[in-house]
């Protein structure tokens, strides 16, 4: 089945610990995204990948780092987390060979508390 | 940069009802839009898209969209409603334009259905 996958679902953790949530993609899509949502603001794109070891700032990216060693997998990585970062977390997928019409699948969302 | 509105906060609805939820882009040249849907705990899943042809765009459970360029408008539409259908809907764009990609969402509109 075609999915995008996250882990984990549901995270609780303390400020400054560093914590990665990984997501992985089965379609073979070059393009990869994460989004934070949060209530009132939509979703915001925090970083994206154009493919292997290519990666771009997307409009809340403070806080945040992200890798791409394998077309397959996105990891997102909060080095430092912060209170702020508590928010829904979703990762993307989508081809680029069909231009900007081309459908974004999302994965599950992880819930991030930071205490 | 581009932006999208989205109309309403909250709409409650008594089943059978019609729906239309606003939607308003404001890039002026080649845009792509969608409409996810949220349903309460889950991951967003797409309604439907529009990036050509048709301006009146039909998707799945019964909603359509309508492309009005000279409005910078895509209302989405369900002529009869139902419980099922309480959501969080989210209206999107990319555009053609850079080669970006960037998947530009709405803050969202929350759907109650009342029985």
């Known amino acids: 089945e075609a999915q995008v996958t996250q882990n984990p679902r549901y995270l609780i953790t303390v400020t400054g610990k560093k914590l990665t949530v990984t997501c992985s993609q089965n379609m073979n899509h070059e393009y990869m995204s994460w989004y934070r949502q949060d209530p009132g603001l939509g979703l915001r794109q925090i970083y994206y990948?154009?493919?292997?070891?290519?990666?771009d700032k997307g409009d809340v990216p403070e806080g945040y780092k992200v890798s791409r060693k394998e077309k397959r997998n996105f990891p997102l990585i909060l080095e430092s987390p912060s209170p702020n970062q508590t928010s829904l977390y979703f990762c993307a997928s989508r081809l680029l060979s069909g231009g900007e019409g081309e459908t974004q699948y999302f994965g599950p969302g992880t819930r991030l508390l930071v205490l | 940069a581009q932006s999208v509105s989205q109309h309403n906060h909250h709409v409650i609805l008594s089943e059978a009802a019609s729906l239309e939820l606003g939607c308003n882009y404001s890039y002026g040249g080649t845009v792509n839009l969608f409409w996810y849907v949220q349903y309460p705990g889950q991951h967003l899943q797409l309604l439907l898209k529009y990036f050509s042809g048709d301006p009146l765009v039909k998707g799945i459970k019964g909603f359509e969209a309508e492309f009005i360029k000279s409005k910078f408008s895509f209302n989405l539409r369900k002529p009869s409603v139902q419980w099922s259908d309480t959501a969080e809907y989210f209206c999107a764009s990319t555009y053609s334009g850079a080669g970006s990609y960037q998947l530009t969402f709405g803050k969202g509109t929350k759907l109650s259905v009342i029985p």
């Open positions: 990948s154009m493919n292997v070891e290519v990666t």
